[in-house]
T-cell receptor, first 114, second 116 residues
Framework: QKEVEQDPGPLSVPEGAIVSLNCTYS??????FMWYRQYSRKGPELLMY????GNKEDGRFTAQVDKSSKYISLFIRDSQPSDSATYLC??????????????FGQGTILTVHP | GAVVSQHPSWVICKSGTSVKIECRSL??????MFWYRQFPKQSLMLMAT?????????EQGVEKDKFLINHASLTLSTLTVTSAHPEDSSFYIC????????????FGQGTRLTVV
């Protein structure tokens, strides 16, 4: 079983839709959670960084963390064609073998069509 | 966010030659740098972690003699792919982190290596 599971999609939505991207994890040592966006042939770009359970909002993006269920989500409101990219969840452990290391999900390919 | 510059963005080399990729943190001191490899439509695979002034820590299955990592300063890390072969063709990405181990990491633009 992978430490971080993410549905690879692809996910295709119309412009203006609300998008929900999700990751589950199995390692309790993960304490810090990130979402990255990666355009084709580019490096990942950090979107959100959270470390506590609950919601964190930044513009059209909301990151949600539920540590009790080991589940994180990224919501994109009013999605735009420019949001079309691969979205990667990533986690950092606070101890054990995952200490200080970023572990990525497989990435979800999102396409927002006009 | 912080800026990490990776160079070159793409390179083609002949089989058997070595290629060096540079990763620079432009506006912060990177105490830790990470090197990843990414195959098409797959996630990033961590190759190694390097701390400034120390030897890199390689992930299981990554050949340290083939992928030489040097983190000589707080703003520069290099990855050298030695005696490259076509199977080494991939997208290589660095990321850098300043401060403590729980802070976010910022990524370079990636280097697409093609070995012919």
């Amino acid at each position: 079983q992978k430490e971080v599971e993410q549905d690879p999609g692809p996910l295709s939505v119309p412009e203006g839709a609300i998008v929900s991207l999700n990751c589950t994890y199995s390692n309790s040592a993960f304490q810090y959670f990130m979402w990255y966006r990666q355009y084709s042939r580019k490096g990942p770009e950090l979107l959100m960084y959270t470390y506590s359970s609950g919601n964190k909002e930044d513009g059209r993006f909301t990151a949600q963390v539920d540590k009790s269920s080991k589940y994180i989500s990224l919501f994109i409101r009013d999605s735009q064609p420019s949001d079309s990219a691969t979205y990667l969840c990533a986690m950092i452990g606070a101890g054990g073998t995952s200490y200080g290391k970023l572990t990525f999900g497989q990435g979800t390919i999102l396409t927002v069509h006009p | 966010g912080a800026v990490v510059s990776q160079h070159p963005s793409w390179v083609i080399c002949k089989s058997g030659t070595s290629v060096k990729i540079e990763c620079r943190s432009l506006d912060f001191q990177a105490t830790t740098m990470f090197w990843y490899r990414q195959f098409p439509k797959q996630s990033l695979m961590l190759m190694a972690t390097s701390n400034e002034g120390s030897k890199a820590t390689y992930e299981q299955g990554v050949e340290k003699d083939k992928f030489l990592i040097n983190h000589a300063s707080l703003t520069l890390s290099t990855l050298t792919v030695t005696s490259a072969h076509p199977e080494d063709s991939s997208f290589y990405i660095c990321s850098a982190r300043g401060g403590s181990s729980n802070t976010e990491a910022f990524f370079g633009q990636g280097t697409r290596l093609t070995v012919v």
